[in-house]
């Protein structure tokens, strides 16, 4: 591989102009697809094979004006005023009867006909169902809602929305978290470079990767449903997969020219040796990333290879655009910055790392890794097991208008309707009934088997046709309290003996139906996706480095700095330790948080795994003395391992500021994930356990020699063979 990407490079640096014709018309190809394709993105979320889907498919086919997604509008007043006084009353009803013309809605219900006004008066619960899913109600729809409720509210009246669409329901994400995160990441390669060219240029090639990867994800979804968080992980992960593959690349093809390389033998030889760990480092996340269709959840399936779409134009960028851009750089990228106070500090820094790297702190930290080895993995390992040990309290859901801040009107109406009708009426479950054999009094003993189940607060009729009764059941508990889910399950549980002799059968779902059987699944693939995740690494790394023990002790740090990271998230984000320092509403974890954060963070370890462990063994292949290789090894990755987990975490870190439910907390959990990995495994765990080690770590049997390829991460064989 090294000397395929050694002539790639060289190549790519001779025809740079070339190459850069082609990103561009690239680049442009998929911006103008983008905009004439039309494509919308949604959180149309669906489960196949569950029971609530299958609600959703009946509900389609019956009950049509029943299928579609929904509004809950809350009215309420304040002071003294009722909602049953006459003129607020009035104005409340004229709402209502205008919703009724707006296009998209099936249905209303007027909460005066159905009585679901609270008992102190003061607040009165209203309905719109549409025609259509959340992904394909029309933002015109939701503005002429919020037009209509103008004359409520002219009468003092509160108008509130929730539900699965409503408007005021932010589907996209604002620039901010990205401007934050290339700041951060452009101040970060200043520091690491100490030059203005060597810190622009992966941050350029990182936005031009982004920028195909991003119009790309929005052209697809104009052929098949993208959710709207697809384009955020896209974005974490293109922006610093982009630039951490360019800065170890540019960093070691600025080591060969201060060196005394030529321009294009430096750019051939950088893309052979580090170029080599970028393209395993990508495949490893690419994989991983692609494996999140073995969960068999749709729109986890899709955010998976949208997501693993962006890494893999992230390395072609790196080992393509890079290398263009670089001879264009030429010698520009030793072109240090001024220190007025420190005079030729920046090139001091880089020429003792290029030429002298046993002067440098990395090497000062590989020394004293080694010697204090057996108290760092003690202390290492206790770190995080301590860290873990909240995962197991870890409680699964998805987000409701309880998980949102007070500042969203949705989380206004999950208040007023808890403090006014009970937490059930945030979430009510449906049963859907076939009457087409039933007998007369078929649904009345449904609805009194359900309503005799613990948990239920009352069961009514809410539709009926084509042999079809919809009954709404509302639970006592709120829509992620755990009772909710153990009534789910304790009425399907029941449901033979509820049917018996009625000669009808009956569905459970709806939203909140649907989530508990979400997070079931999820819950449910977990150790499947564990087990591919653990096959994958131990497949990738033994053909990485031709070894047995390297891959079980990546592996081993991969899960400690996963559920150490998943551990501070359960700490944070369930039991509420610097919730408000965050600006973070505590709940359940996300339901799909884990596997999603488990693919990463295995492919970003692997990252680390193979920057780190490839300069060891280039080390020990030269030396042979394993202690030795060690510290040289570390001293020749520290520093830009440090700049690339640097990176990672302010572009993760800067979506933390986004006040999405999703987003978040997925953000949050990267961020520490990253930190923990990068720091505590890879470089102070990993290097101590193979000093502890010694030669034995490279141990490999015979037959490996005939049976595993060499893919020469290291690059080798551009020494050997003389290029």
Not at 520 to 549: C, E, K, N, S
Not at 581 to 590: M, Y
Request: glycine share 10%; with cysteine.
């Amino acid at each position: 591989m090294a000397r395929y990407l050694y002539a790639l490079g060289r190549f790519a640096a001779r025809r740079r102009w070339w190459v850069l014709g082609i990103w561009i018309v690239l680049l442009a190809a998929t911006v103008t697809v983008s905009i004439t394709a039309g494509g919308k993105l949604n959180n149309d979320f669906t489960v196949p094979g569950t029971e609530s889907q299958d609600v959703v498919t009946v509900l389609n086919e019956k009950l049509p004006a029943q299928g579609g997604a929904s509004t809950q509008v809350v009215f309420a007043t304040h002071g003294t005023a009722k909602v049953t006084d006459p003129a607020v009353m009035a104005a409340i009803s004229n709402t209502v009867t205008a919703f009724k013309g707006i296009p998209q809605v099936a249905e209303v219900i007027d909460p005066y006909q159905a009585k679901t006004i609270a008992p102190d008066g003061q607040v009165a619960l209203s309905g719109v169902q549409y025609s259509a899913q959340a992904g394909q109600v029309e933002q015109s729809t939701l503005d002429a809602l919020q037009t209509a409720a103008r004359t409520a509210e002219q009468a003092g009246v509160e108008v509130e929305y929730g539900g699965a669409v409503y408007p005021g329901l932010e589907l996209t994400v604002p620039e901010t978290p990205e401007i934050f995160g290339l700041l951060a990441a452009f101040l970060i390669l200043l520091v690491t470079f100490g030059a203005l060219v060597a810190a622009g240029l992966p941050i350029v090639t990182a936005l031009i990767g982004v920028a195909i990867g991003v119009t790309g994800i929005t052209a697809l979804a104009a052929l098949v449903d993208v959710p709207t968080v697809a384009t955020s992980l896209a974005l974490m992960l293109g922006l610093s997969c982009g630039i951490d593959y360019a800065l170890f690349i540019l960093s070691r093809h600025r080591n060969n020219l201060m060196q005394r390389m030529s321009v294009e033998e430096s750019i051939g030889v950088a893309l052979g040796t580090a170029g080599s760990a970028v393209v395993f480092a990508a495949v490893t996340v690419i994989v991983a990333l692609c494996g999140l269709a073995v969960v068999g959840i749709p729109f986890l399936t899709v955010m998976g290879l949208t997501a693993a779409g962006a890494v893999l134009i992230a390395m072609l960028v790196a080992l393509t655009l890079l290398p263009a851009l670089l001879g264009f750089a030429g010698h520009t990228v030793t072109r240090f910055l001024p220190t007025p106070l420190r005079p030729g500090h920046n090139e001091k820094v880089a020429r003792t790392a290029a030429i002298a790297p046993r002067y440098t702190g990395g090497h000062a930290w590989g020394r004293f890794v080694t010697r204090f080895r057996v108290p760092l993995l003690i202390g290492g390992v206790v770190l995080l097991g301590v860290a873990a040990m909240p995962v197991a309290t870890m409680e699964f859901g998805l987000p409701s208008g309880g998980s949102l801040p007070t500042s969203s009107t949705a989380r206004r109406a999950y208040d007023l309707i808890s403090h006014s009708f009970g937490p059930g009426y945030n979430g009510p479950l449906i049963a859907v009934i076939d009457t087409s054999h039933a007998t007369p009094e078929a649904v009345q003993t449904i609805a009194m088997g359900i309503q005799g189940e613990l948990d239920v607060a009352t069961v009514v009729p809410a539709a009926q046709a084509n042999d079809t009764v919809l009954l709404q059941i509302i639970p006592n508990s709120g829509p992620n309290d755990s009772e909710t889910a153990s009534l789910v399950q304790a009425i399907r549980d029941h449901r033979e003996s509820i049917e018996a002799s009625t000669g009808a059968t009956f569905l459970i779902g709806g939203a909140t139906a649907a989530n508990i059987d979400t997070s079931q699944r999820l819950g449910d693939a977990l150790p499947l996706f564990l087990a591919v995740v653990v096959g994958l690494a131990m497949v990738l790394l033994t053909l990485a480095f031709r070894t047995i023990l390297v891959p079980i002790t990546s592996i081993i740090g991969f899960v400690g700095s996963v559920f150490a990271a998943l551990g501070i998230q359960v700490a944070v984000f369930q039991w509420g330790w610097g919730a408000d320092l965050l600006g973070v509403v505590p709940g359940e974890t996300l339901s799909f948080l884990p596997i999603i954060v488990l693919a990463i963070i295995f492919g970003l370890s692997s990252d680390y795994q193979i920057f780190v462990v490839s300069r060891i063994k280039e080390e020990h292949t030269g030396t042979g003395d394993a202690r030795l290789a060690v510290e040289n090894g570390v001293a020749l990755s520290a520093r830009v391992v440090t700049a690339a987990a640097l990176i990672m975490f302010g572009v993760f870190a800067a979506f933390i500021t986004v006040d999405n439910p999703i987003l978040k907390p997925l953000a949050f959990t990267l961020a520490i994930g990253v930190l923990l990995d990068a720091f505590v495994v890879r470089l102070t765990l990993i290097p101590a356990v193979m000093a502890v080690i010694g030669n034995r770590i490279w141990y490999h049997p015979k037959w490996f020699d005939r049976y595993v390829p060499d893919f020469d991460v290291e690059g080798n064989q551009l020494v050997t063979t003389g290029r």
